[in-house]
């Protein structure tokens, strides 16, 4: 099965051809990245630097950077309950890292839930079709 993160299933879609960048840092990383692109002074869990605003502007032929996506592995292992056993926080954090990653390409494709609620929920909305489809890929 393929995953999409639109509706279209054409052959040739511009996401076939999308490559991106997933670098993985620490929370020291993720705040001085966090303060210098966007001018807040803290950490996050993750960061997407698309290459286009809107899918509109993906190049027509040939391969693309669609951007680069910056997680903060240190985030996601702060969430996990200590009490867990390690096979348990392995699967939590494999989970939280598969929901940053789906946070991330939505942005990358022209999703911003900053803008309104409106754009909340449609992104809200959207990453939970797209992790839906890739639990059933598991």
């Known amino acids: 099965m393929a995953l999409t993160l639109l509706s279209s299933k054409r052959a040739g879609h511009p996401l076939l051809r999308a490559e991106l960048s997933i670098v993985l840092v620490d929370d020291d990383k993720m705040h001085a990245l966090n303060k210098q692109y966007r001018g807040?002074?803290?950490t996050t869990d993750v960061l997407s630097f698309p290459m286009y605003n809107t899918m509109r502007e993906f190049p027509k032929e040939g391969d693309f950077l669609l951007g680069d996506v910056i997680i903060n592995t240190q985030w996601i292992y702060s969430q996990l309950d200590p009490r867990q056993s390690p096979e348990a926080k392995?699967?939590?954090?494999?989970k939280q890292l598969r929901i940053l990653l789906v946070h991330a390409l939505l942005h990358l494709v022209g999703f911003d839930h900053e803008i309104d609620a409106?754009?909340?929920?449609?992104?809200?909305?959207?990453?939970?079709?797209?992790?839906?489809?890739?639990?059933?890929?598991?």
Not at 118 to 138: I, T, V, Y
């Open 90 to 94: 392995t699967a939590e954090a494999q």
């Open 118 to 138: 409106q754009h909340g929920r449609l992104m809200k909305k959207k990453e939970a079709e797209l992790l839906n489809a890739l639990k059933k890929m598991d």
């Open 40 to 42: 807040v002074d803290k």
